[in-house]
């Protein structure tokens, strides 16, 4: 999603080998552009040494306050609630008319993939997870704080992370800060909590929020943090109630332009947790889709509550294979693996045999 559709500036210092074109480039991300060398809302990141540089995240976090509006909900909303939706309601059920969705596939204990496609009224292909929080073995998992180094995080390709911290399952999560680059500093952009640390302070972007016992709750600020033992941030809410919870009044290009997005979701009973990937920018295969039209896609698949995750290029979600290699179930578009700041994980079990 563009740095621009954040009401944001992103500039670049020069354009390496091509990857992406200009126009691919500015939907990027809130995070950038082109893949390589590119700098962050407006700002060229300090060397990792430079201790006299402003570090980034003060100026995103400033930038961000005053320039963006709150995500699904008004200033005077009550705790964990976005404000009240349109008389009419936002809807895109073309999106969803015409579907072919796959059977759930059990891969893990507790884990289901499926694989949804349509065709009009124009190509667009997703793919799902369904997590059974009440499953024995299941764990979720946000990634941690890299400690005392520059930035709250290092940046990670999915693959990475999911063999790194050996997890079955993970899908890409918060907006955030950084170059594009494998191990380089980063900050999460809202609300980061990894196994009770909050390292990264909320702002007035939704989030995923995760107790110790597997209890998930969709919400917008400010955030009841007491049982909060894994949290992720996006930045809007989609559903909220089974209604559509995206704000009408929004017209920027992170709302109404076709991207490639990331999701994640709730059931009405609590019981499933639902991560959500759909490709885009690929005419003839996948265009993307609105935040409207994504809320529409994960209530088709069972959610009642979701939040809108970073999109565009960083939309990846990988599982374990066989031999415990990490395989990428998406099709993200780029010939590269974007290396973004934070994942939530899923641990589970191996499916037992019944014979």
């Excluded at 060398?37 to 540089?53: C, E, F, M, N, S």
């Excluded at 759930?104 to 499926?114: R, S």
């Excluded at 992170?254 to 499933?272: E, F, K, L, Q, W």
Aim: glycine content about 10%.
């Amino acid at each position: 999603m563009t740095a621009q559709d954040h009401g944001l500036r992103a500039v670049s210092d020069r354009v390496p080998p091509r990857r992406l074109t200009d126009v691919e480039s500015a939907q990027a991300g809130l995070h950038g552009g082109r893949g390589g060398r590119d700098t962050v809302i407006g700002l060229r990141p300090p060397h990792p040494l430079d201790r006299t540089a402003l570090p980034i995240r003060l100026i995103a976090r400033l930038m961000i306050a005053l320039l963006v509006p709150a995500p699904g909900c008004a200033k005077d909303s009550p705790a964990g609630t976005a404000s009240a939706p349109a008389a009419s309601e936002p809807a895109a059920p073309e999106i969803v008319q015409g579907v072919r969705i796959a059977p759930w596939k059990p891969v893990f204990a507790g884990i289901e993939l499926c694989q949804a496609s349509v065709v009009t009224p124009r190509p667009l292909r997703i793919h799902a997870a369904r997590i059974d929080l009440t499953a024995a073995g299941i764990r979720l998992f946000v990634t941690p704080s890299n400690g005392d180094l520059p930035g709250e995080v290092n940046g990670r390709q999915s693959l990475k992370f999911l063999s790194e911290f050996k997890c079955q399952l993970a899908i890409n999560a918060s907006f955030f800060a950084g170059r594009f680059e494998v191990g380089a500093p980063m900050d999460i952009v809202g609300l980061s909590v990894s196994n009770g640390d909050v390292y990264s302070p909320p702002n007035e972007f939704a989030a995923l929020l995760i107790s110790k016992d597997n209890r998930a709750r969709v919400s917008a600020p400010p955030f009841d943090l007491a049982k909060a033992y894994n949290a992720a941030a996006g930045d809007t809410l989609l559903l909220k109630d089974g209604r559509i919870a995206v704000d009408p009044s929004l017209r920027n290009g992170i709302t109404v332009n076709r991207h490639p997005r990331s999701a994640a979701g709730i059931s009405r009973d609590g019981r499933y947790l639902l991560l959500m990937v759909i490709d885009g920018r690929q005419p003839g295969y996948s265009e993307g889709a609105t935040k409207v039209e994504t809320a529409e896609w994960l209530r088709k698949l069972g959610a009642w509550e979701a939040v809108n995750l970073d999109g565009g290029y960083s939309s990846n979600l990988v599982i374990e294979g066989s031999g415990g290699r990490p395989e990428l179930l998406n099709h993200p578009g780029p010939a590269f693996l974007r290396p973004v700041a934070n994942h939530i994980g899923v641990y589970a079990r191996s499916l037992v045999s019944k014979n």
